[in-house]
């Protein structure tokens, strides 16, 4: 199997990889990545579903922290599988992300796209991953799973001031519901006079 992993990522967008992805990963890996985002951007990644065996007493652990220390601020920590989506924005600049797996099993792992944004945007970006309406359906958790739609998504929260163009370029992609919460809260943080 493919034990290749980690590496330096810096670009706007990209993702992380449990090694053989989706087939399973082999035991005994150890993957680091850094994502080193352009200036004046942060990160924001989603964790569409993780597949970690959990009966090895957290043998294999996924962590992203701001870095290698074990005390540096922690964003994300998991030793078992989800399959509901969740989207976060990291809570230092840099990323570093550790994946380890032991020697008793594998399983499928994960595939972990992040996006980075303008940091002028934080509260907004903030706004709309925490707003719980974003994972409340079922056809809102399959955009957060579906690489096309994440991409659409990711677009949007790239580049807020384009939100509208976008709209219109993936209104048939999207669903309604989605597009109303995503509208709400730009239109609201754009347009805070109106």
Same mark, same amino acid.
């Given at each position: =199997?493919?034990?290749?992993?980690?590496?330096?990522?810096? &670009?706007?967008?990209?993702?992380?990889?449990?090694? /053989?992805?989706?087939?399973?990963?082999? $035991?005994?890996?150890?993957?680091?990545?850094?994502? $080193?985002?352009?200036?004046?951007?942060?990160?924001?990644?989603?964790?569409?579903?993780?597949?970690?065996? +959990?009966? &090895?007493?957290?043998? *294999?652990?996924?962590?992203?922290?701001?870095? =290698?220390?074990? $005390?540096?601020? !922690? !964003?994300?920590? !998991?030793?078992?599988?989800?399959?509901?989506?969740?989207?976060?924005?990291?809570? @230092?600049?840099?990323?570093?992300?550790?994946?380890? @797996? %032991?020697?008793?099993?594998?399983?499928?792992?994960?595939?972990?796209?992040?996006?980075?944004? &303008? #940091?002028?945007? #934080?509260?907004?970006?903030?706004?709309?991953?925490? *707003?719980?309406?974003?994972?409340? +359906?079922? %056809?809102?958790?399959?955009?957060?799973?579906?690489?096309?739609?994440?991409?659409?998504?990711?677009?949007?929260?790239?580049?807020?001031? /384009?939100?509208?163009?976008?709209? #219109?370029?993936?209104?048939?992609?999207?669903?309604? +519901?989605?597009?109303?919460?995503?509208?709400?809260?730009? $239109?609201?943080?754009?347009?805070?006079?109106?």
């Amino acid at each position: =199997a493919d034990r290749h992993c980690g590496g330096e990522l810096g &670009d706007y967008t990209g993702f992380l990889e449990s090694p /053989n992805y989706p087939g399973n990963y082999p $035991s005994s890996v150890e993957c680091t990545w850094n994502i $080193s985002p352009p200036p004046r951007r942060k990160i924001l990644l989603v964790v569409p579903e993780i597949f970690l065996p +959990s009966e &090895d007493e957290c043998g *294999d652990v996924l962590v992203m922290r701001k870095n =290698a220390s074990p $005390s540096s601020i !922690t !964003t994300y920590e !998991t030793c078992q599988t989800y399959e509901r989506p969740i989207a976060f924005t990291a809570r @230092s600049r840099k990323l570093w992300v550790h994946f380890k @797996s %032991n020697e008793v099993n594998g399983a499928r792992g994960f595939q972990v796209p992040y996006v980075t944004y &303008d #940091e002028d945007y #934080e509260q907004l970006v903030e706004d709309i991953v925490r *707003d719980g309406r974003l994972y409340s +359906s079922e %056809n809102h958790q399959e955009i957060l799973k579906d690489k096309k739609l994440i991409k659409a998504f990711f677009e949007v929260l790239a580049h807020p001031q /384009n939100y509208f163009k976008y709209v #219109e370029k993936y209104r048939m992609m999207l669903p309604r +519901s989605f597009i109303k919460l995503l509208h709400s809260k730009v $239109s609201a943080f754009l347009r805070p006079y109106k």
